[in-house]
Nanobody, 126 residues
Framework: QVQLVESGGGSVQAGGSLRLSCAAS????????MGWFRQFPGKAREGVAG???????AYADSVKGRFTISRDNAKNTLYLQMNFLKPEDTATYYC????????????????????WGQGTQVTVSS
């Protein structure tokens, strides 16, 4: 019943910017908590940023001041604006969704999100 499709990944030089998008096929999208996660090779998926149904945001310390999560409820779309990219940002990025009817959860734990996109690769070169 829920489908998430990421786009916008690619290769960029250090210091550059990318904007990731997540198109959400969710009828009650505005009700959902949304998050961006990333996965480094050989490591578990980790939280990058979260945004709740009220628009409140949270960020991992590693991306604060550089990344911005936002949502356009009219377009059923989630965004991650990534500025001042670093080589250590290289990862596969995923969007995730949690129905707000389930209640709040810790945004940075992947187990709290039942729905996931397929991922989009971000590569930052020095």
């Amino acid at each position: 019943q829920v489908q998430l499709v990421e786009s916008g990944g690619g290769s960029v030089q250090a210091g550059g910017s990318l904007r990731l998008s997540c198109a959400a096929s969710i009828y009650t999208y505005s009700r959902y908590y949304m998050g961006w996660f990333r996965q480094f090779p050989g490591k578990a998926r980790e939280g990058v940023a979260g945004i709740d149904s009220d628009g409140s945001t949270a960020y991992a310390d590693s991306v604060k001041g550089r990344f911005t999560i936002s949502r356009d409820n009219a377009k059923n779309t989630l965004y991650l604006q990534m500025n001042f990219l670093k080589p250590e940002d290289t990862a596969t990025y995923y969007c995730a969704a949690r129905d707000g009817l389930l209640g709040p959860g810790s945004w940075h734990y992947s187990v709290n999100y039942p729905y996931w996109g397929q991922g989009t690769q971000v590569t930052v070169s020095s």
